[in-house]
Structure formats: C-alpha cells, structure tokens
C-alpha cells in the first residue's frame, strides 16, 4: 500500500478559479502534514503545514486534514499563471522520516 | 534570507566510482536531510541527521551510502560504488527541529550514471 497517494494530473483550471488537490496517506499515526509546491527542475519550496483537523487558511490557500478519513487537501484561491506546477503532498512519518506523494501537476490557463 | 546550497550542481560519473555530494544546511540548524527523485519520480527520504549521528534512514539508504558532517558547515552524502540507478536528482535539506519544523530544501545536484 502506498504511504501517499495523490492524482498525478494534470489538473488544469481557467485562471481566478479555485484549484482543489488531494491526498490520502495509509499511516495512522501521522501528526505532520505538508504541501510543497515543485517547480520544473527545481527543489521543493513549503507552502503549507497543517497538524489539526479542520482547515489552515494562509493567502489565497487554505489546506484541509481529516485524520479519520486520512485525507488532506490543498485548495488555491483565484488561481494565477504563476501557480502552475507540481504541487507535492508530504507526511512526516517519524520525527525526521516525511514521505511525499507523487505530486499532482497544475496548470492555470490565462 | 538564509539558503541551503549544494555543490555541485551537476555531476557525471562512471559506474562504480565513489562521489561525494556536498551541502551547507542553514548555519542555525540541527537536523539535515538527503532526499533523491529519479526523474519523473517523486521525492524520496534517503536519511536524516542529528548530532554527529544518522536520526533516521529508508530502506533506500543500504551499505553503499554514507553521510558525514566533517567539519562545522559541510554535509555530505556519499555513494560508495554507483550503479546506473543512482542517477537522480539529490536534494539535501535542514530543519531547527524534528517534528513539525519546516524543512528547507537546497538547489539540489543533478547526478548522471554512465
């Protein structure tokens, strides 16, 4: 079973409409949830963390986690050009050890 | 804004030869990290490092990796004895804290078997 899966894509949305993204992990002792943003041929840069259930607001993306449903999301308000990329989920399975997803490729049409 | 850099940034290499990627985590951190994704692949947890000693390894980490800090600002992750396999990009990344503390990620090195 895998530790994370997400849609690999591509998700393409019109620009200014709202990009929702999904994950589901298998571990249920995770407490550490991450999205990372990854651009072609770059490293992953944060975006957000969450650890409690319910939503994190942070600008234009809000991050969701339901722990009993194992599941958490990433959505992007008004949705600009620049957002386009891979967009990785990650949870931390240990103190250290954080396991990603494949990534699910976004592109914002102008 | 602090970085992690690594050098170098790209690197050929024959099979079964020795080489050694380098990294400066953020100077205020403890925890420092190597993570590889094979092209088209996603990001996978090598080993994580914490006072002089491994914190914790996957199951990708055997007997032909190593990692040291050899001096006060460098961390370094060796391959013994590549394999075409090896070949992937290696990001090293830092952390204050374990846990729940953000990981920042270097420039990564592009690493070609041949």
């Known amino acids: 079973q895998k530790e994370v899966e997400q849609n690999s894509g591509p998700l393409s949305v019109p620009e200014g409409a709202i990009a929702s993204l999904n994950c589901t992990y298998s571990?249920?002792?995770?407490?550490?949830f991450f999205w990372y943003r990854q651009y072609s041929g770059k490293s992953p840069e944060l975006i957000m963390s969450?650890?409690?259930?319910g939503d994190k607001e942070d600008g234009r993306f809000t991050a969701q986690l339901n722990k009993a449903s194992q599941y958490v999301s990433l959505l992007i308000r008004d949705s600009q050009p620049s957002d386009s990329a891979t967009y990785l989920c990650?949870?931390?399975?240990?103190?250290?050890?954080?396991?990603f997803g494949a990534g699910t490729r976004l592109t914002v049409k102008p | 804004e602090p970085e992690v850099t690594q050098t170098p940034s790209h690197q050929v290499t024959q099979m079964g030869q020795e080489v050694i990627l380098r990294c400066v985590p953020i100077s205020n951190h403890l925890y420092f990290y190597w993570y590889r994704q094979i092209l088209g692949q996603k990001v996978e947890f090598l080993v994580s490092f914490y006072n002089n000693e491994i914190s914790e390894k996957s199951e990708i980490f055997d007997d032909q990796f190593s990692v040291e800090r050899p001096d006060g600002s460098n961390f370094t992750l060796k391959i013994r004895s590549t394999k075409l396999e090896d070949s992937a990009m290696y990001f090293c990344?830092?952390?204050?804290?374990?846990?729940?503390?953000?990981?920042?990620f270097g420039p990564g090195t592009r690493l070609l078997v041949l």
């Open positions: 969450i650890y409690s259930n």
């Open positions: 990650a949870v931390l399975l240990g103190g250290t050890d954080m396991r």
């Open positions: 571990d249920r002792v995770s407490q550490s």
């Open positions: 990344a830092s952390s204050l804290d374990r846990g729940a503390e953000t990981q920042y």
